[in-house]
DNA sequence: TATATACTTCAATCATTATTGAAGTATTAT
DNA sequence: ATAATACTTCAATAATGATTGAAGTATATA
C-alpha cells in the first residue's frame, strides 16, 4: 500500500504503534511503566505473568521505540524501564490529528441514486 | 484478568477499540470515512480491494461502534457508512487520559541493589 | 572457579485474525 | 416473474502473533 494519503499523519507509523498498544499485556505493562514500575521482576509479580513473557512484551515496546532500558550500575543484572516521553508525545500528536472529530467531513457520496442527501447523519442538523 | 486498575480508563475498551483499528486497512477506511466518504464500492475503489473485504472490515468497525450505517431511502440497495461521533469522543478521551505523559510517576524501583537510584531517566533533571 | 541471579533468546505450539471465493440476501429494474 | 445490483455472510485457508519451556547470556557472589 503506497501512502496514497493527503493526510498529515504517518498512518504507518500510527499503525505500527496502535497494533504494538492494542494487546491486554502490553497495554497493562504500559500502565505500570506509567505508574513508575521499573523491573521486569516487579511486573512479572503485578501481572501474574512469566519473566520471559514479560521480557518478550518489553522487546516489542522497545522495538516500536515506545519504551526505554537501562541497566543497573552497581549490579548490571538488573534491568530497568521506562517510557520513552519523546515517542509518547509523538503518538499522542499522532493520534489527536488522526482521530480529531473537527476532522469528519461532511461530503456528499458521490455513488449511489443521491436519494440519500437529507438523511445522511452529518448533513442531518443536530440537537 | 481482573480489573485490578485503580486508573479510570476502561482499558478492556480501549485495547479493543485499538486492536480494531490497528489493522491498515482498517484505519485506511476509517480515514476515508473521517473525509466523508460513504459507500462500499467509493471505499473499495479508492483503496483496491474487494467489497467483500471491505463489507468485513465495516463490519469490524460497526461491531466496535465505530462506524454506522444507513440504508438509501430511495434505493435500499445502497448503503451508507459515517463515523460514529460518539465513541470516537470516548476514544479521544479514553486515549488521552490514558497516554497523558503527566501521568508518568518517577517513583523509585522498589528491587534490584538501589544503585540506580541517581540514574533512572525519570528522575534525571531533564534539559 | 563454581554457583546463583536476573533476564533474554530461541524454537515449537497454540490461538487469533485476515483474506479469499462462493453462496446468500435484499432490493430494484425490466 | 426474471435478471441485475449492491452488498453481506459463510466456510476454508493463509498469515500473524501470543505463549510456553528450554537453553543461553551476562553479571555477581561464595
Redesign the pocket.
Known amino acids: 500500500m503506497t501512502s496514497n494519503f493527503p493526510y498529515p499523519t504517518n498512518l504507518q507509523s500510527l499503525t505500527m504503534h496502535l ?1 504494538v498498544l492494542a ?1 491486554p ?2 497495554l497493562q505493562i504500559f500502565h505500570l511503566l506509567m505508574e513508575g514500575v521499573h ?3 516487579e511486573l512479572g509479580e503485578s501481572l501474574q ?12 515496546l522497545r522495538d516500536a521505540g515506545l519504551v526505554n ?1 537501562e ?1 543497573d550500575i ?6 530497568y524501564y521506562s517510557i520513552n516521553k519523546g515517542t509518547l508525545n509523538e503518538l499522542n500528536k499522532a493520534f489527536t490529528d488522526f482521530f480529531d472529530p473537527n476532522r469528519i467531513k461532511p461530503r456528499l457520496p458521490t ?3 443521491q436519494g440519500n442527501i437529507i438523511h445522511l447523519e452529518e448533513i442531518a442538523v443536530k440537537t
Chains 1, 2 share one sequence.
Open positions: 497494533k494487546e499485556k502490553r523491573c521486569n521482576c505473568i512469566a519473566p520471559n513473557l514479560i521480557s518478550h512484551h518489553l522487546r516489542v532500558v541497566n552497581i549490579d548490571a543484572r538488573w534491568v455513488c449511489g441514486p
